[in-house]
Each structure stands twice: as structure tokens, then as C-alpha cells.
């Protein structure tokens, strides 16, 4: 489902197969675990996350929560702290967005510190309000924190817009567009072993992520540092 | 440490000297007189800050700090209400940046309500991440409220980019660059005698800019007016 390879300080996750990736109980959990080693390995200081094929994820497995008889509100409880992971990993964290990626798989690609994104082909979409589904609130509080132009937000949301990634660059939900899949994977992994080269202390950059993104965390049910966990990163600099 | 001139309605705060004009307990006890002195006089209509040498502000004392046995936390707690004069000083602010502006100084030139700066050289700075240190949270709700593109956000707190006044232009973080540090501080100036020459009443000018800054407001303990207060606003335009 996926596969973690380590190029120096960086950690590829790539999401494999020639599928749509969808977000069902084995897919989500092999992420999780990916995370989970990355989180515990020291010698990591930067992660990229690629997908094979034509999509990068194309959302949730709607399939497999037609069969379940919990259906998608479990899955939607399931993504949830596979995103939490992502917004509380100490580390940069760079999405390379070689395919389409619609609803939870759009989410999963903005929850990354950088996107980047192929031009030639591909698009970012929320499917949502064309097959009449309403946001989980984490996934709003997500695009809230990643779209902030309210023309873009709309579109996103109010309009199902399909973004390709050279419109997503041009409206600020992408960083980068590159001209193949194998060229932003290699852009993303550049960008990682740039970033992983600053050496920034692993905790801080959690740290300051979540104090960037207080509304998420809360909603991701992510835990506020404590007063006395902040001041030890204080103390250690005297 | 700095010095006021009143040039008809607009008064210029100088941080003087050719070092890094660090905010320690003198300097900002020195700023927050002049503030007082601004706040008090009727005939001043519109504020300058602008600094002599290289630096604009290189931010907190640091080596005070290390010889104090309170340290960093003592001048994080002082440079709150700095910052909260100036959010509520009843008046416009214009910063005229005309050297590098990092971690607090950043913090002092983007708490103005229009921000001014040298392209030639110098650059904005957010230097925490570099040197380990997460953010005091008043500092996050001030970029927060000045800086909402997400990505110019993320660039200066998770990657602590040292931005140029060029960059910054672009990227909506100063108002305006200018071709040397002379040439900010006459535009700012003449910027500042434009905006007192629209006689606003200093009581509504800051009373908008708290409701526009309400969390920022809340956490650098600004008391929000009460409806008597903004009653009387409404009431004196009767």
C-alpha cells in the first residue's frame, strides 16, 4: 500500500500501485505506521510524500464504506489522526502531488508544510459538494488554514473547482509546479534535503507548527504544549 | 537609546546609535516613554519609528538576557506591552525600516499600521526557529494578523527566511520599498503627514484598530472598550 525509502535525512513515503490510493482501514494505517517511523527515527529530519500512477489519492475507499455498515463516518473518524500525525510531525514535511488528488486526498496533500505539484496533468479537487457531502470540521479548519484567499476558498469549496497544479501555484495552494510526476518528486526531495540541511531542532519545529495552526490542532484533537514544556525549550537555549 | 522629533503634526521616533538597538529593559523602557509622549500630545497626529545604522531592530537582549537570572522570559514579558502601545496608540503608525529587522525588531516594525522599507539592504527575519526557540504567543497572533497568506506565514516561521524589503513588498508583508534608508524614513514621513492631514479622531482611529486585531488584542491584554465607551463614539457623531 505504501513504501518508506530513506536518501540521507530524508524519508520518501510513496503511496504504490497503479490505483486511486483511496483512504480505507489498510491504506490509513500503513500511513500511519510510515509516520510512525519516521516520528522515531532519529536520524530522519524530513519527509516527502508521492504517489504512484495517475492519482496521488482520489479521496476516501467510498466501497469499502458501502459495505461497511459504519460507512464513511468511520473513515472520516479514521483519517482524522492520520492528518493529526502529519501536523504534529517534527519535521519538514513536503507533498509531492504527482496525481490527482480529491477530498481526503487533497487534504492529505495541503496538511505538508510544502506542496508541490506536476502542471502536465492532474488535479486537486474537493468532490464534496458535487456528490452532496458536507466537510468533516477538521477538514474545513484544514483548507481555512492552508487557502486563506477567500476567492480560492470558495472555489475550493462552494464551486468543486478542479485546480490543476499550475492554477494552484498561481492561487497559492501549491509551491512549486513541475512538469512531470518524476520531476516533482525530485523537486520535493531537493526541497527535503534543503530544509533537513538547516538542523533545526526537531521539537521546536513541531512546536511552532502547532502554534501556527491553533484551530486545527484543536479540532485534529492535537494537545496544546503544556507552559512547562514550552519554557524547557526556552530554558535549553540559555 | 532614541530620540523624538516633531515635524509638525508627525512625531519621529529614532532608535539612534550604530549597533543592534536589542530590546532590553532600557531601550524599551526609553520606547515606551516616547510612546507615552506620543499618546499624550494633542497637537501629534500620526507616528514615525525609524532607526540609525545597519539594524533596525536585531531583537530581544539576548546577552542581557544570559546574565540575568530571569533571561528570556523576563524580556518576552517586557516587550508585551510595548507591543500593545503601539496596537492601541490613537494615532496612525508608520515604520520606516531602514536596516534588518529580526525576532522582536521584526515584531516592533510589523506591529505599525503601515510598514515602510529599504530594498538596498537589510532583510526581515524571524530568527526563532534557527536558534531553537518556539514563539511567545503574542508574537504568533501579531503575524498572524499581519500576515495571512499561508505560505509567506509558513516561509517566516517554519523556515526562517530572511525576507528583503523587495520580497516583502511582493509578498504583502511592507507597504513600500524604497532605494536607500534616507529615502524610507522622507517617505514614511510624508506617508505619516498624509494620514494626519485626514483628521481623524484618535479615539475611533484606535478604537478600530483593537476590533480589528481582537485576538491579537486579547492576548497582549489590551481591554477591549466597553459598549459605554463605544456608545459614546456613535453618540458624539449625533
Not at 127 to 149: H, N, R, V, W
Not at 190 to 203: P, T
Request: one cysteine or more; a positive charge; hydrophobic letters at 40%.
Amino acid at each position: 500500500m505504501c513504501t518508506l525509502e530513506k536518501r540521507g535525512r530524508v524519508l520518501i513515503l510513496t503511496l504504490t500501485g497503479s490505483g486511486e490510493h483511496r483512504l480505507g482501514p489498510g491504506l490509513i494505517s500503513s500511513l500511519r505506521s510510515a509516520l510512525a517511523t519516521a516520528r522515531s527515527d532519529p536520524t530522519v529530519a524530513a519527509l516527502v510524500t508521492a504517489g504512484e500512477g495517475r492519482f496521488f489519492s482520489n479521496g476516501l475507499d467510498l466501497a469499502w464504506a458501502k459495505n461497511s455498515s459504519e460507512g464513511l463516518s468511520t473513515l472520516v473518524r479514521l483519517v482524522k489522526p492520520l492528518i493529526a500525525d502529519l501536523i504534529s510531525l517534527p519535521m519538514p514535511t513536503v507533498a509531492a502531488v504527482t496525481g490527482h488528488a480529491a477530498a481526503a486526498g487533497m487534504m492529505l496533500a495541503v496538511a505538508h508544510d510544502y506542496v508541490y505539484m506536476r502542471g502536465d496533468r492532474g488535479v486537486l479537487y474537493m468532490s464534496e459538494l458535487d456528490i452532496g457531502l458536507p466537510f468533516p470540521d477538521y477538514f474545513m479548519d484544514l483548507m481555512q488554514a492552508k487557502i486563506t484567499d477567500p476567492r480560492t476558498l470558495r472555489d475550493v469549496t462552494l464551486r468543486a473547482k478542479k485546480i490543476t497544479g499550475t492554477e494552484a501555484k498561481e492561487r497559492g495552494i501549491v509551491d512549486k509546479v513541475c512538469q512531470s510526476a518524476s520531476e516533482t518528486v525530485a523537486e520535493a526531495v531537493k526541497m527535503a534535503e534543503e530544509l533537513a540541511g538547516r538542523n533545526w531542532d526537531k521539537g521546536v519545529y513541531a512546536s511552532i507548527r502547532l502554534s501556527v495552526y491553533p484551530k486545527l490542532c484543536k479540532s485534529l484533537e492535537i494537545p496544546q504544549e503544556s507552559d512547562e514544556a514550552v519554557r524547557k525549550h526556552f530554558a535549553s537555549r540559555l
